[in-house]
């Protein structure tokens, strides 16, 4: 019968030995092997690439051949200052900060149940019906919305059966329900984004009151504050930070799609189907590197605003 014999250790003086207690005596040199062979990675073919669209933008483009030729110029910087590509920028940015906002109305008080109100079954079917959304394909989700919103749909027969048409006649200028309205308005296209971005604002929300310690809360009411004052004395502003940071996922995906803005709603560019179209069907690639440098900029100042909101503790 044969016997089994456990594997021996390295010898004292073996290499693998020396090179392991080096690793245990310094142990930023271990963290260091760690995470270099990544940051590489993503130096080389992230930044990399990123940075060599965005060098693109000092390229030429002849109009005329349809070619690209490496002349520096920064004409196609300063043509994002035109009107019709200005009002691109603003489109796009209004759109980011409306949803930001309508998300996180939205998702505050779901995220506030599911801290505060449940447990055991009933916190996991919360996450799961919160990030099941999620695990459907985009696409899907937007092709869907399509649906509901167009003629004959689901958010038409509500319209109709609760009386709201005369409100969205007169307050959001729809013209009436009696065709694709909603799928052609810019509040199609809200709703759309509120619904797909929704569960990112949801969770980090959540977490942040679930660190909530509930003395605090005891402590004021201990202290005569009714339920009011607690809520925008207490819970409001340590909810912040949740609130910033999922505001980071809801801004900066809403600021990049280029989907759902040729879906639904009127006729009119964003950021995202601006680069897509520049670069997809003229193949102006300089131009299409130049709008693709806006994004980056404003989502470097959002970071930085948020940032001071506590939205990186929250993450």
Same mark, same amino acid.
């Given at each position: ?58 390229? @030429?483009?002849?109009?005329? @051949? ?7 110029? $920064? ?16 489109? &796009? ?24 109100? @449940? ?26 919305? &399509? ?17 709201l048409e005369p409100v969205l006649q ?27 971005? $929704? ?17 605090? $809360? ?35 995906? &809403? ?61």
């Amino acid at each position: 019968m044969n016997s089994v014999t456990a594997p021996q250790p390295p010898a004292s003086g073996s290499p693998l030995r020396r090179f392991s207690n080096l690793l245990y005596r310094r142990p930023n040199l271990y963290l260091s092997l760690l995470l270099v062979p990544p940051l590489l990675w993503f130096g080389a073919i992230y930044l990399g690439s990123l940075l060599t669209l965005l060098w693109q933008g000092f390229y @030429t483009f002849d109009d005329f @051949t349809m070619a690209v030729t490496p002349d520096l110029t $920064l004409a196609n910087f300063t043509a994002l200052f035109q009107p019709s590509n200005f009002d691109i920028i603003l489109r &796009t940015l209004s759109m980011a900060i409306v949803v930001s906002i309508a998300s996180a109305i939205v998702a505050f008080p779901i995220a506030y149940y599911m801290a505060r109100y @449940t447990s055991g079954k009933t916190k996991a079917f919360f996450y799961i019906a919160v990030m099941m959304p999620m695990w459907a394909s985009y696409i899907v989700k937007a092709y869907a919305w &399509t649906l509901l919103l167009a003629k004959g749909g689901v958010a038409q027969w509500f319209v109709q059966h609760l009386g709201l048409e005369p409100v969205l006649q007169l307050v959001l200028g729809i013209p009436g329900v009696g065709g694709s309205t909603l799928s052609t308005s810019h509040l199609g296209r809200f709703m759309v984004f509120v619904y797909i971005w $929704l569960p990112f604002m949801i969770l980090p929300i959540q977490a942040s009151l679930e660190r909530l310690p509930p003395s605090l $809360l005891q402590a004021s009411a201990d202290l005569g504050a009714k339920p009011r004052q607690t809520f925008m004395q207490v819970i409001l502003p340590l909810s912040i930070p949740g609130i910033a940071a999922g505001s980071i996922f809801t801004f900066s995906l &809403t600021l990049g799609d280029f989907i759902v803005p040729q879906l639904v709603g009127p006729p009119g560019y964003f950021i995202g189907s601006m680069v897509y179209a520049q670069q997809g069907a003229i193949g102006n690639m300089p131009m299409a590197a130049a709008f693709t440098l806006v994004p980056i900029v404003l989502i470097a100042i959002y970071l930085s605003i948020v940032k001071r909101l506590g939205a990186f503790d929250a993450l």
